[in-house]
């Protein structure tokens, strides 16, 4: 029987617990015990680690700890970001097996630390990216807790190479938010006679004769790329998420009605290969009543109850938003990128339990990071299709190095191959192409 990691820490909070937990379970798994106790620790004749001050015996992993996972409340913290073997580090200490306190780093990437500092918003009130201390130092492309994690394991192996480490799987989660189902099929008599109207005031005659082509069943809707999307699917043997929209009709809020045969029709149809979750509106702003009325209208569609989610234009405000989806039965959010740039929002590719900064305690809804997004590449960046697929090669190449779970984020209407969008499900079939491989 290989022999557990004794951990030495002089106080054992819930921070503190928390990130012993990401790193030794899902990190580098591995069975490990938390000591207080530092006559049981020198004892101990097995793999040691010492996270604390300083030095307790020659023979030792030492991680020479600062002050934030002892510390309560929410605080500025003075950061300097440095290069080490590669990777950017910060939380540096005088001495240790690691020149970094990386339980700290890693801490105040996952927990969204900087995302309760006062911080710039942008006009959707959201965090902006360049706000965030891994844009401004170039290490947002990258997991980088998930990489501190190997330096750690490599350092544990290399003094006690009994240690067994169980490893982790690459995985592939292709999901698609449905904003706006389609283009012109499941609205009523109202909304349907304004939309041509406003097609005929701009002399948009082409969108007339499509809409009416649509609405006599002549040609298929244009947004209605759902056939498609479940043939490649069904060929790289894929289990995707739908993110429905089923908010009240606002300025943000477009889908056609949760109510509408449409809806229903298409719901039941995607349930079938696919796992439903809800897309909380732009207006819900994390109000729990709101989110659950929308839930129960998705839920009654499909008999079945609702446990993902990933919020309308990434419309994340923490720690409420987290708090809501937790208290309607939310276990998994897919919500955690930026909208302007790929990368790693959190600095991590591994599925992790929220942490609740207020509160100082762990809620029981799992991040699940998303790494790129299509709008992000066109809209935000301008990219060719070309660039677009590069860059998204490499965010899976890192992740598959990582053995974490890569996730993109599509909309259907990007994939209909009209207007804006010609020639972008090329980039579609190239990533399920690399990332199923």
Known sequence: MSAYLLIYTPKLTSRVKYIFSLFFESLITTSYKITTDITEFNAYSGPRLNYSEGIITDKEIFIHSTDLLFASGIHLQNITVSDWDGLKIFYQTPDGSLPFDLFAAAFYMVSRYEEYLPYETDKHNRFHHGSSLAFKNHFLNVPIVNLWAEKLKSVLLKAYPEIAFRENTYSFIPTVDIDIAYAHLGRDFTLTMGSFLKAISKFQFNVVAEKIAVLLHLKKDPYDTFDYQESLFEKYKLHPIYFFLAGKRGSNDKNISPDSIAF????????????????????????????????????????????????????????????????????????????????????????????????????????????????????????????????????????????????????????????????????FENILKEASE
């Not at 839930?295 to 993902?308: A, G, L, P, Q």
Request: glycine share 6%.
């Open 264 to 427: 229903k029709r298409l719901a039941k149809k995607l349930n079938v290969f696919s796992e439903i979750g809800i897309h909380p509106s732009y207006q819900s702003e994390s109000n729990p009543e709101i989110v659950s009325g929308e839930m129960k209208k998705v839920e009654r569609v499909i008999s079945t109850k609702i446990t993902s989610s990933r919020q309308h234009f990434l419309r994340l405000r923490l720690p409420e938003t987290y708090r809501c989806l937790a208290e309607l039965g939310i276990t998994d959010d897919y919500t955690m990128i930026f909208a302007g740039v790929p990368g790693f929002r959190a600095g991590i590719c591994t599925p992790f339990l929220f942490y609740d900064l207020q509160a100082d305690n762990v809620l029981q809804i799992k991040v699940h990071s998303s790494a790129v997004m299509d709008g992000t590449m066109k809209d935000y960046l301008n990219l060719s299709v070309e660039d677009a697929t590069k860059i998204t090669k490499e965010l899976i190449s890192i992740v598959r190095k990582c053995k974490g779970e890569f996730i993109v984020i599509w909309h259907n209407d990007n994939l209909s191959e009209t207007r804006q969008w010609k020639g972008w499900r090329a980039y």
